[in-house]
């Protein structure tokens, strides 16, 4: 009896386990959307998945950026040339920077769980090019 009790629990258990994902994100000097990019730029996710930032190539690193970030997620201030795994749980859509190339565009999104993603998550208190990048990534994955 006891024997089939936790069998049960390991096995209702399980589908939690096995659903959280890992992705890699490269950060990159030059990828397949320009220069100083996230590879991918674009997540869809389900909360419990982790992203591991990749430091491909020297002096990027993956930081919030406040005015694209759910108010209950703690931020992320990663640091430059080293990998970082972060966990998102809260559901929303996350702006990620490079802090070094921020006002180059180098930026990414991240969305957690289902919603809309438009334009409307863009401040226009962004850098010109952060917007144009932005409104990029909306326009590619829009309905993803």
Known sequence: MRTTFFTATLLALLPGIALSETYEVK????????????????????PGDTIRFIATHPSHNAVSIPEIWPEAAPQVKGQINKEIEVPFEALGIYGIKCSPHYTMGM????????????????????????????????ERNRGS
């Open 27 to 46: 950060m990159l000097n030059r990828g397949e959307t320009g220069s100083m990019v996230y590879e991918p730029d674009f997540l869809a996710l389900q």
């Open 107 to 138: 930026v990414m999104l991240v969305q957690v769980g289902d919603g809309d993603l438009d334009e409307s998550i863009i401040a226009t208190s962004l850098p010109d090019m952060v917007q144009e990048r932005l409104t990029d990534i909306v």
